[in-house]
């Protein structure tokens, strides 16, 4: 019999009801443990699947908490928009019931590793599925930005901010701030800047075996850096900012019910023709 834990948020709307619907129906056919506040870090075989209930949010946060443990993540939205998700409520038996026959796949999905570095050592770091932000705390003030790749100075952007992505964060912040589209199933990194003050800044697609660094080191206001849009770090005057490609991997749970073009379309609207007169 599988094992399977159930993550969602206790406050989120939505969540008891759909917990209340499938876990009745679960345990008849698996072993269920519930965590309603995203406090497990499993340990790994200690659970052959967790269930996600709620948004992009929600699967981004049990990504994190699960990743090491190498669990399959199924994310059942109840959110707004529930783009990393598998499934809608409605659909949510069928497709469990695929699952646990194993009528599935399973897609790893690149993750992140950012650091803060202090007088050259790590004092805070965090892994992430969608993207590294770096920011003023202060909205609408220009900061200077000193970018390399491998320890090799690429540019100083003048910008809003930027923001560094895996593929599957390419439809996220970095899409909004004029970055491409990148195939989830590819390993790369998205760099983009946010309202870069100059016309040749253009994001950049970078190989995953890169170590990316930023410098801050001339503005007046303190920035801080966000990964995933969950965790801050406050940096300092001098301090730096690493990005490389985490050591574990997102394993998400396919069913093959949408394809990631279809999943463009329905939540993008992506793909529409002009409305020409005829």
């Not at 499938?22 to 519930?34: N, S, Y």
């Not at 220009?142 to 809003?160: E, H, K, M, P």
């Not at 992505?165 to 989830?184: E, M």
């Not at 870069?196 to 890169?210: E, S, V």
Request: aromatic share 6%; hydrophobic share 40%.
């Amino acid at each position: 019999m599988k094992r399977l834990l159930l993550l969602g948020h206790r406050n989120k709307p939505g969540v008891q009801e759909a917990l209340e619907e499938i876990k009745p129906w679960l345990k008849e056919r698996a072993e269920v443990e519930v965590d309603l506040n995203f406090r497990h870090c499993a340990e790994p075989d200690e659970f052959d699947l967790a269930v996600v209930l709620g948004g992009d949010g929600s699967m981004l946060r049990a990504a994190r908490n699960l990743a090491d443990a190498r669990v399959p993540i199924l994310g059942i939205n109840l959110g707004k928009f529930g783009f990393l998700t598998e499934s809608t409520a409605e659909e949510a038996r069928d497709v469990l019931s695929d699952v646990l026959q194993d009528r599935c796949s399973v897609a790893e999905r690149m993750m992140l590793q950012c650091r803060l570095l202090r007088d050259g050592k790590c004092i805070e770091s965090a892994v992430g599925l969608n993207d590294v932000v770096v920011s003023p705390r202060a909205m609408a003030r220009l900061i200077d930005i000193d970018f390399q790749v491998n320890d090799q100075l690429v540019t100083t952007y003048r910008a809003d901010g930027l923001i560094v992505s895996t593929p599957v964060g390419s439809t996220g912040h970095s899409l909004s701030a004029g970055g491409p589209i990148v195939y989830p199933g590819m390993d790369c990194f998205v760099v983009a800047p946010i309202c870069p003050h100059t016309l040749t800044n253009r994001p950049l697609i970078l190989p995953p075996d890169t170590e990316l660094k930023f410098a801050m080191d001339h503005v007046a206001e303190h920035p801080a850096v966000t990964v995933d849009g969950q965790v801050t770090m406050e940096l300092q005057h001098g301090d730096r900012v690493a990005v490389r490609r985490a050591d574990c991997s997102l394993r998400l749970v396919r069913t093959d019910r949408r394809t990631f073009f279809e999943t463009l379309h329905n939540k993008l609207g992506w793909g529409g023709q002009p409305a020409y007169v005829k």
